[in-house]
């Protein structure tokens, strides 16, 4: 306990500087003392937080950034176990309380469907789902679960609806964390020891990706998106890199799916050739070679037609159509975005987002 009270005190200072300087309305010393015992809920985190006290730190100043409450009953955020040390991990409500400051959403609700409920959707996102689950806290009763729902209401009074099977869920999310495909770690894995949880929070990922972009405050929301995106991704190989290795600055655009991105830097580049030429990942069999050039080739298509949009936009002063074409923008795109079209341009850019803020 002397060395996690220690790391605590090192790192007090600092989460009480990013609290303040965020504007965050938490109490610092009762988030540490919340930290402290979520680490202490298991021999196995505190090991970890004993032989990394460092990466305790750094999860605590995660939290911070993000402005996430550390108390267990709010479910917004924990501190797990990850690869021999201490890592953040988002929940559901965090998700949703992070973009409500940023006045993104006004209210996220995520729901998980068992087999035995009664669920009937017509498919349309702006028609909520029927869900009777007869008895809510017999949770034996109502089956396993089969999927999972999200609806999203906007401040402007509008409201988004998205599902997602199960199956899905855990093939395209769980099965490709690290927490998971490590068999001898997957005991500490939260999909394992908090699968509901761990299915609700990838649920208003999903969610979170067809939100609009922030434009409250958009340096701080820009520091905490980015952060947030970190945190989701902190368990895939895939974007550290172990097992595919991004050597580029394509790759990264098309990890992110970020069409404006790429085509951005297909136009910006010298030379035509080069940008060609990283079209591949190392050690691409060559029967995929195709499939990666094409994929990047609509992506750059789509990115042109997105750049074209956000032109017409800034001529006809459509604040509404200019903040969707550039909703899906990472922070890097926008610079260079930014860059292309030069200082007139992109103050108007801004004072057109201002008023879809508005």
Request: proline fraction near 3%; hydrophobic fraction near 40%; glycine fraction near 6%.
């Amino acid at each position: 306990m002397e060395v996690i009270d220690g790391a605590l005190v090192t790192v007090e200072p600092e989460y009480r500087q990013i609290i303040s300087s965020h504007g965050w309305r938490m109490i610092p010393r009762s988030q540490l003392l919340a930290a402290k015992r979520q680490i202490m809920k298991t021999d196995y985190a505190m090991k970890l937080a004993i032989s990394n006290p460092q990466s305790f730190q750094d999860a605590v100043t995660t939290a911070g950034i993000l402005g996430v409450d550390l108390t267990e009953g709010k479910r917004q955020g924990w501190l797990v176990p990850r690869d021999g040390r201490i890592a953040f991990q988002i929940g559901y409500k965090g998700i949703e309380a992070i973009h409500q400051r940023l006045g993104v959403i006004s209210r996220l609700v995520v729901r998980t469907v068992h087999e035995n409920d009664q669920f009937s959707w017509s498919g349309d996102d702006q028609e909520k789902p029927d869900h009777n689950a007869g008895d809510w806290f017999n949770e034996s009763a109502r089956g396993e679960v089969v999927g999972a729902y999200s609806i999203t209401y906007f401040p402007d009074g509008t409201l988004q609806v998205m599902s997602e099977s199960v199956e899905a869920i855990y093939r395209d999310h769980r099965d490709k964390s690290d927490s998971w495909k490590n068999e001898k770690a997957r005991r500490y894995s939260p999909w394992m020891n908090h699968p509901k949880a761990m299915i609700e929070k990838t649920m208003a990922q999903i969610a979170a990706k067809q939100w609009p972009a922030a434009t409250h405050e958009p340096e701080k929301a820009s520091e905490v998106l980015e952060r947030l995106h970190q945190t989701e991704t902190d368990d895939y190989s895939v974007y550290k890199g172990t097992d595919a290795l991004m050597v580029n600055e394509l790759h990264a655009f098309m990890l992110a799916s970020d069409a404006l991105g790429v085509y951005l830097l297909h136009k910006q580049a010298k030379d035509e050739e080069e940008i060609m030429a990283w079209h591949w990942w190392p050690a691409t069999p060559k029967g995929l070679k195709g499939a990666c050039r094409d994929n990047c080739e609509a992506l750059k298509s789509a990115g042109q037609e997105l750049y074209s949009c956000i032109l017409n936009a800034i001529d006809a002063e459509e604040a509404f159509r200019l903040a969707e074409c550039i909703d899906s923008a990472t922070a890097e795109t926008k610079r260079m975005l930014a860059a292309d079209i030069g200082e007139a341009k992109t103050a108007t850019i801004k004072a057109l987002l201002k008023q879809v803020a508005g």
